[in-house]
């Protein structure tokens, strides 16, 4: 079993009115996910399901540049282990990707949201965007797969034809595009970001938190004891994929690429 890292400053953990604020704390890194990220995100998210008073949960990151730019690959090039044991590892990507909570959740992109990152923005209930958000499933890039459900929740949420394209190229989109494509719900400036996703949390605070709860489980096809049947195929199938593309050699060579600063030599093997 590998150890667990105990999360320190990595993630903040902020309440505002009814909002609880979740940012990642990694601006250095471009908020790229560690395990210090992934536990300290998905055990704020256990809080927040426990505590009534909350109603919504904001999710961002630090800084003015990037939401998150997904896994941290160059701790994956040290050989460093990012995923944690038991139910964050069950929880996916960050904590979060996978990580059934019955209060809305919304993410405040402040940047760039690639690769997991972007995987965060699809798990999220709405999104708020600033001008300067850039949106992408780059894993192709990396000989990676978008594991955390981007490769089959893009779909879902813009024309199948858009998704095929962005998962296959791998090329990013920008915020106005993104609104265009009906991904994301509103695009804000860069300085606002943050504050008009809490805004919108705060209204959705002001209602009913039964009816708020039970609508987005009406509407996600979540059933009454919390599974979503709709997604099931989708991660049985991601399981499979990402260990078979993992275990190859362009999967060892993306990472290592992209912490030389070089094109990666693919083999296909």
Known sequence: MNDQVQPGDEVLVERRGHTMLITINRPEARNACNQA????????????????????????????????????????????????DGKYAEWSFAGFANHPVKKPTIAAVNGTALGGGMELVLAADLVVASETAIFGLTEAKVGLVAAAGGAFRLSQRIAPVVAMEMLLTGTPIDAERALALN???????????????????????????????????????????????????????????????????????????????????????
Not at 235 to 261: I, N
């Open 183 to 269: 991904l994301i719900n509103r695009v804000v400036p860069q300085a606002e970001v943050v504050d008009a996703a809490i805004a919108l949390a705060e209204q959705i605070g002001e209602n009913a938190p039964l009816s708020v709860q039970a609508h987005k489980r009406l509407a996600l096809g979540y059933t009454v004891d919390g599974e979503r049947p709709a997604d099931a195929a989708g991660w049985a199938a991601t399981e499979v994929l990402m260990r078979e593309v993992s275990a190859s050699e362009d999967a060892k060579e993306g990472p290592r690429a992209f912490a030389e600063k070089r094109k990666p030599n693919w083999s296909g093997r």
């Open 37 to 84: 990220v992934w536990i300290g995100v998905g055990d704020a998210l256990e809080e927040a399901e426990r505590d009534d008073d909350i109603r919504a949960i904001v999710i961002t990151g630090a800084g003015d540049k990037s939401f998150s730019a997904g896994a941290d690959l160059k701790a994956i090039a040290r050989g460093e282990q990012i995923v944690p």
